[in-house]
């Protein structure tokens, strides 16, 4: 709720000062003691417009408060957004190739098609999080939650298994696996025949026949960990 006292305006995570008919100061505040972590004047200004202003001019927004932002199709390259609270933002198509989220707060946060190509994610709260369409690669996920986030249409019970450092980033969810590209099932994983992993991409046959042993032991130890877990529960 934003409410206007001597022309500026002031919420939870944002403080905006009105200097012309269409010219304005956007404040970005922190989640920790409302102290101000960066301010851009523009004609027409908004959140999405200063916090990339902000990401261009390097500023430090460890702890940012941004629930709720409209941040769709926004350019947040190697953004420090280290702790920032994120929760329900709109960060479909976002490019956040990079950024620092480490322990953000994306509880409920859409995802939808961004870029988080090599973010850091470690013990970031992605509950219920829409992941669906978002590029993971190189993503570091240690400790992040993920529990209800939806991955490519399905929900997670738990973090993915990640696995850097191979030709293809992998990841191993709890019914599919992800090799570069593709995605399938695990048991689909398992029964594919070596002609139809050729198929799928040069050099995929050699790797498979390296890595195929490894990886599918990795998808059923994930399951058996879902198993524990759900016993634990119960």
Same mark, same amino acid.
């Given at each position: 709720?934003?409410?206007?006292?001597?022309?500026v305006?002031?919420?939870?995570?944002?403080?905006?000062?009105?200097?012309?008919?269409?010219?304005?100061?956007?404040?970005?505040?922190?989640?920790?003691?409302?102290?101000?972590?960066?301010?851009?004047?523009a004609?027409?200004?908004?959140?999405?417009?200063?916090?990339?202003?902000?990401?261009?001019?390097?500023?430090?927004?460890?702890?940012?408060?941004?629930?709720?932002?409209?941040?769709?199709?926004?350019?947040?390259?190697?953004?420090?957004?280290?702790?920032?609270?994120?929760?329900?933002?709109?960060l479909?198509?976002?490019?956040l190739?990079?950024?620092?989220?480490?322990?953000?707060?994306?509880?409920?946060?859409?995802?939808?098609?961004?870029?988080?190509?090599?973010?850091?994610?470690?013990?970031?709260?992605?509950?219920?999080?829409? %992941?669906?369409?978002?590029?993971?690669?190189?993503?570091? %996920?240690?400790?992040?939650?993920?529990?209800?986030?939806? %991955?490519?249409g399905?929900?997670?019970?738990?973090?993915?298994?990640?696995?850097?450092?191979?030709?293809?980033?992998? %990841?191993?969810?709890?019914?599919?696996?992800?090799?570069?590209?593709?995605?399938?099932?695990?048991?689909?994983?398992?029964?594919f025949?070596?002609?139809?992993?050729?198929?799928?991409?040069?050099?995929?046959?050699?790797?498979?026949?390296?890595?195929?042993?490894?990886?599918?032991?990795?998808?059923?130890?994930?399951?058996?960990?879902?198993?524990?877990?759900?016993?634990?529960?119960?």
């Amino acid at each position: 709720m934003l409410y206007n006292c001597d022309k500026v305006i002031y919420s939870s995570f944002v403080a905006v000062k009105q200097l012309g008919d269409c010219e304005m100061k956007l404040s970005i505040l922190s989640r920790f003691n409302a102290s101000i972590l960066f301010e851009f004047e523009a004609e027409e200004n908004s959140l999405k417009i200063t916090l990339q202003a902000a990401v261009k001019a390097r500023a430090n927004l460890d702890g940012a408060d941004l629930r709720g932002a409209d941040l769709y199709g926004a350019n947040l390259y190697g953004a420090n957004l280290r702790s920032a609270n994120l929760y329900g933002a709109d960060l479909r198509s976002a490019n956040l190739y990079g950024a620092n989220l480490h322990g953000a707060n994306l509880d409920g946060a859409n995802l939808y098609g961004a870029n988080l190509d090599g973010a850091d994610l470690r013990s970031a709260n992605l509950h219920g999080a829409n %992941l669906d369409g978002a590029n993971l690669d190189g993503a570091n %996920l240690y400790g992040a939650n993920l529990r209800s986030a939806n %991955l490519y249409g399905e929900k997670l019970s738990k973090t993915p298994l990640q696995i850097n450092g191979l030709k293809w980033f992998v %990841l191993i969810s709890d019914n599919f696996m992800r090799i570069g590209c593709q995605r399938y099932t695990h048991e689909e994983w398992a029964n594919f025949t070596d002609e139809e992993i050729a198929k799928m991409d040069f050099g995929a046959l050699k790797f498979w026949r390296q890595w195929k042993i490894s990886l599918v032991a990795m998808c059923s130890a994930h399951n058996k960990r879902e198993e524990a877990s759900e016993e634990k529960e119960v």
